[in-house]
Each structure stands twice: as C-alpha cells, then as structure tokens.
C-alpha cells in the first residue's frame, strides 16, 4: 500500500486548460515532492514543499505551475493553460514523518492533454 | 552538475539468468542511494536504499546492490531473475541537499523471457 494517494488516476484534458493533481498523504506528513515522467523518459523532479513553502523548483516549474495545500491535508500541483508537451505522468512523493530519508510515491496520475 | 546515468537501457533476459543493472551518480560527496522498480501500470516502489555502513545492502524480492564509492556507482543485482520481474528500473541519488529531492537516472527496461 502507498503511503500517499494521487486523484485523479488519469485525465485527459484539452489544450489550454486548467487542471488540478491532487496528493493525499494517509498520515500528516510534512514534506512533499512532485515528479514528473514523461513517456519514455526519465522522472524528474518538479518542486519540493514543506512547512506550506516552496522550498526548491526546477527549471521545469515555470509560472504555469503551482503548488499548494488548501486544507493542511492534501497537496496539489495546479498547471494553468496545458500544453501538449505536459502530458505525462505526474508522481507525488512524501517522506513518512520528519527526518526521514525515505520517500514513498504515490501511484501516479496520468495526464494527457489533447 | 548532478547527475545520474544508467547504463543499460533494455536488458533482455532469460529466466534464471543472473541480472546486473549499472548506475553511476556524478557527484562526489555524501549522498543517499536508491533503486526502485515501477511494474507496468503502476507506481514506483522501493527496492532498496543505501544511506551508511555496509555497502552491501539486500532489498526485497532477492535484489541486491552494492555502493562503490571509488567508482561513485551503486549497480542493482539478482542471481536469478524470474519473469515477474519484468519492470523498469530507476537508480535514484538524494545528493547533499537540503529540499531531499531525488535525482533519477533514464531507467532500465528489464523484459525476461520465460
């Protein structure tokens, strides 16, 4: 069993939309990171949040992502005006409790943007 | 920069067939090693993870992996592969960072035939 879990599973949304990935960790964890694997590829690390602060991004989180925890529970990545080029598949990772080194991920949520 | 390579990228293999799946990581001070296997339609989960002591270290499903500092390498291995171990494989480095971000090689496609 995953320790976080990823809603929705799969999305399939047009060009220039909105969408909304969610994480839910199962216990109150802390840290929380986004990846992303596009088809074929290697994942790759998208942004790292803790105490509800952005504390590292890559080159490939531009201004079209964010990324937030509305309910001090989940935690969501949000890509405004999708390209094709964002499909992919999207994993959320979380430590179980502070200090540790080791990080569980979800189960992915597959984003295809037509 | 840091960076993670994997120099296999489809490995066939027959049943029984002994199973060595390199990784070398560029960065030359203290860093936690990881190998996860991702199953077709599923999300990645952790093989095993190397962080001190005994280089040496046994994961789950008879893999194992063997951290050479000298040679900044941490080469996942099995005797004796079965078909259900039909998956990808990442090799992923937490270098000295304070976000604990992961950085992940290309994987390896392991396909063994039965």
């Known amino acids: 069993e995953p320790e976080v879990t990823q809603t929705p599973s799969h999305q399939v949304t047009q060009m220039g939309q909105e969408v909304i990935l969610r994480c839910v960790p199962i216990s109150n964890h802390l840290y929380f990171y986004w990846y992303r694997q596009i088809l074929g590829q290697k994942v790759e690390f998208l942004v790292s949040?803790?105490?509800?602060?952005?504390?590292?991004k890559s080159e490939i989180f531009d201004d079209q992502f964010s990324v937030e925890r509305p309910d001090g529970s989940n935690f969501t990545l949000k890509i405004r005006s999708t390209k094709l080029e964002d499909s992919a598949m999207y994993f959320c990772?979380?430590?179980?409790?502070?200090?540790?080194?080791?990080?569980?991920f979800g189960q992915g949520t597959r984003l295809t943007v037509v | 920069a840091q960076s993670v390579s994997q120099h296999n990228h489809h490995v066939i293999l027959s049943e029984a067939a002994s199973l060595e799946l390199g990784c070398n990581y560029s960065?030359?001070?203290?860093?936690?090693l990881f190998w996860y296997v991702q199953y077709p339609g599923q999300h990645l989960q952790l093989l095993l993870k190397?962080?001190?002591?005994?280089?040496l270290v046994k994961g789950i499903k008879g893999f194992e992996a063997e951290f050479i500092k000298s040679k900044f390498s941490f080469n996942l291995r099995k005797p004796s592969v079965q078909w259900s171990d039909t998956a990808e494989y990442f090799c992923a480095v937490r270098f000295s960072s304070n976000t604990g971000k992961l950085i992940f090689g290309q994987g390896t496609t392991l396909q063994v035939k039965p």
């Open positions: 990772a979380s430590p179980f409790r502070l200090g540790d080194n080791e990080a569980f």
């Open positions: 190397y962080f001190s002591g005994d280089p």
């Open positions: 960065y030359g001070g203290t860093v936690n």
């Open positions: 949040f803790y105490n509800n602060e952005i504390s590292e």
